[in-house]
């Protein structure tokens, strides 16, 4: 089956700098997803991602927070800037691979704490 | 808007004491639903997709159901290493990404 290789796993990070998350897919896909997962809450979808052109971002979140790259149809990069305690989450990167008989595919997810 | 609800948001057994988690959804025109797997710290794990009412698939001790306006994951004699957060998603009318609910906490005592 298809990998999402997710880095880092986890980091520690100081109020005010930023953290970039790269998503690497074993697979040319057309859109990748990036969610956030709030301690001992779902997933909330953050935006879409396709190679080529801007990322679509879902209400609540803005690019100036959140800036997407996806250079390639395999790999795209989520960055959280100026980051606040609140932004203390799991981020998760996701595709579409092999149709949907075989559901989304999920990275490991970054862990990220902000101090 | 698409909503998922799930029940219970924990569910306690013993080893072998079967049970079902529910999932419960409002969409518009479903296009499929999934169910995935999560284990503490990491991405959630792919379990099944059904796509229209009446259907059901298998896998190891786990059997999911689909009608019109719910899913059942069901649990036949379930082990410890079956413990695990579950999530059940939607993929609805002509979005791209899918709805989550809130996720089913299953710890299973040996």
């Known amino acids: 089956s298809a990998v999402i290789s997710q880095k880092p796993s986890r980091d520690i990070c100081q109020r005010g700098t930023s953290l970039t998350i790269q998503c690497q897919v074993d697979s040319q896909v057309t859109m990748m997803f990036w969610y956030r997962q709030q301690p001992g809450q779902s997933l909330t979808l953050i935006a879409t991602?396709?190679?080529?052109?801007?990322?679509?971002?879902e209400s609540g979140f803005v690019i100036d927070k959140f800036p997407i790259s996806r250079p390639n149809l395999t790999f795209s990069t989520l960055t959280v800037s100026n980051m606040s305690p609140e932004d203390s989450s799991i981020y998760l990167c996701?595709?579409?691979?092999?149709?949907?008989?075989?559901?989304?595919?999920f990275g490991s997810g970054t862990r990220l704490t902000v101090v | 808007e698409d909503q998922v609800t799930q029940s219970p948001e924990a569910l306690r057994l013993q080893e072998g004491e079967s049970s079902s988690l529910n999932c419960s959804y409002t969409?518009?025109?479903?296009?499929?639903l999934f169910w995935y797997r999560q284990d503490p710290g990491k991405g959630p794990e792919f379990l099944f997709t059904l796509y229209s009412a009446g259907e059901e698939k298998e896998k190891e001790r786990l059997k999911a159901t689909l009608t019109k306006k719910e899913s059942f994951l069901h649990i036949t004699a379930p082990k410890p290493e079956d413990s695990a957060t579950y999530l059940c998603?939607?993929?609805?009318?002509?979005?791209?990404?899918?709805?989550f609910g809130s996720g089913t906490q299953l710890t299973v005592l040996p």
């Open positions: 996701s595709a579409q691979i092999g149709g949907t008989n075989y559901g989304y595919t």
């Open positions: 998603a939607v993929l609805s009318g002509s979005a791209r990404q899918l709805t």
């Open positions: 991602a396709n190679q080529g052109s801007e990322a679509t971002y």
């Open positions: 969409v518009s025109g479903l296009r499929g």
